[in-house]
């Protein structure tokens, strides 16, 4: 945020109106105004009217997507604002629209606005639908669930999982032992599950195909599937939650975005680590648990790694610390845009490499003048 801008504007953005403050270079109020939301026409001409002199200030919140892309290419710069990081400069003002637009641009304005990352496209697209894929999921795995139960209320314990195939012979079988109303409800979540699967089964070849699509994200996406535990959907969780994840210059910094670093207290010399401080993505801590248990039933390696962990902590810790690991692998397979491979297999490599050049020396000439 070096360069000065004409005018700074503030956006205290709802559902049905925002408001929106403007300040000149010196910090004083050059306007003030409210607009309904539904108005896109007088959004477009009020920020048109500033243009690339502006920037723009909106905090995050859960539907700034539309007003992103509508004023994104008509100022110079918009921002949107951490919450948590606002919070502090609040102080003891009265908590009013227009003093919270007002704050924004004022902290735009002097270059101390907390910043929220928003990625570029493909990923900004690319992450609304690996979350609506995540969220079939689980309605997929509720109504298996529901079924599960109502089959239980008949004393009938069903198959150990209730895919479309099995679950419809297996109902087609039992369906005399079931009264009239758990018929019904079997027949209804049934239906869902058959019309759950094929949208999930659609829904992740799309992500497939779109991430292929682009030379970038199908690098990326290919590395990560070579450690251990991630595949196709956890490669793109971690894509599409992180963003750039070349932009993390340490993996610490990518482990406490995803709220895998734990708290600290501390207190003079005193110093106390807490619980893992889930500040970041929730959906990318969940898989990176989910492939951390895969990869402890798969690999020998993390198991031995769980293990010890496991030994003084607990094995649900020891999946924590695992899913941490396997965020610093991902950034260093991406960093070094080679798959992975574990340290000690590494270690021998690079001996075979050194023995092979020792053994098979390149023979050099000199050239003499003269």
Same mark, same amino acid.
């Given at each position: ?78 921002? @949107? ?163 750039d994840i070349m932009r ?17 207290? +501390? ?15 929730? @959906?990318?801590?969940?898989?990176? +648990? +989910? ?17 010890r962990i496991g030994k ?59």
């Open positions: 945020m070096e360069k000065k801008y004409a005018y700074s504007i503030g956006v205290d953005l709802h559902k049905d109106s925002m408001t929106l403050v403007v300040l000149d270079k010196n910090g004083n109020v050059a306007r003030r105004e409210k607009i309904s939301t539904r108005c896109k026409n007088k959004v477009h001409e009020f920020f048109s009217s500033y243009g690339l002199q502006c920037q723009v200030a909106v905090e995050s919140v859960g539907f700034y997507h539309w007003f992103w892309e509508l004023v994104y290419p008509l100022v110079g710069k918009i921002y @949107l604002a951490d919450p948590a990081g606002v919070k502090a400069y609040v102080g003891r003002k009265v908590k009013t629209d227009r003093n919270d637009a007002h704050l924004l641009a004022l902290l735009a304005l002097e270059n101390k606005l907390p910043v929220a990352y928003v990625p570029e496209e493909p990923v900004r697209g690319l992450r609304e639908l690996v979350r609506l894929r995540h969220t079939v999921a689980r309605d997929l795995a509720s109504s298996r669930k529901r079924l599960r139960w109502v089959s239980l209320k008949t004393n009938l314990p069903g198959p150990k999982q209730f895919f479309s195939v099995n679950a419809q012979k297996w109902i087609l079988a039992q369906d005399a032992k079931f009264s009239t109303v758990n018929r019904f409800a079997v027949r209804v979540y049934l239906d869902r599950i058959i019309d759950l699967e094929r949208r999930l089964s659609d829904l992740e070849r799309f992500i497939e195909e779109k991430i292929l699509s682009f030379p970038e994200t199908a690098r990326v996406y290919k590395l990560l599937m070579s450690i251990p535990g991630i595949g196709p959907i956890v490669a793109a969780t971690i894509i599409t939650e992180t963003g993390f210059d340490k993996s610490e910094q990518l482990a406490s975005y995803a709220g895998l670093c734990p708290r600290v207290s +501390q207190s003079g010399e005193s110093i106390r680590y807490g619980h893992v401080s889930k500040m970041g993505p929730p @959906l990318l801590r969940w898989v990176l +648990q +989910q492939a951390a248990w895969v990869a402890y039933r798969s690999y020998e390696n993390v198991r031995r790694i769980m293990c003084r902590s607990g094995l649900k810790k020891a999946a924590t610390a695992m899913a941490r690991k396997l965020l610093t692998y991902a950034l260093s397979v991406c960093r070094n845009n080679r798959p992975f491979e574990w340290p000690e297999n590494i270690v021998n490599r690079k001996m075979k490499e050194a023995k092979t050049a020792f053994e098979n020396p390149v023979r050099t000439t000199r050239c003499l003048n003269g």
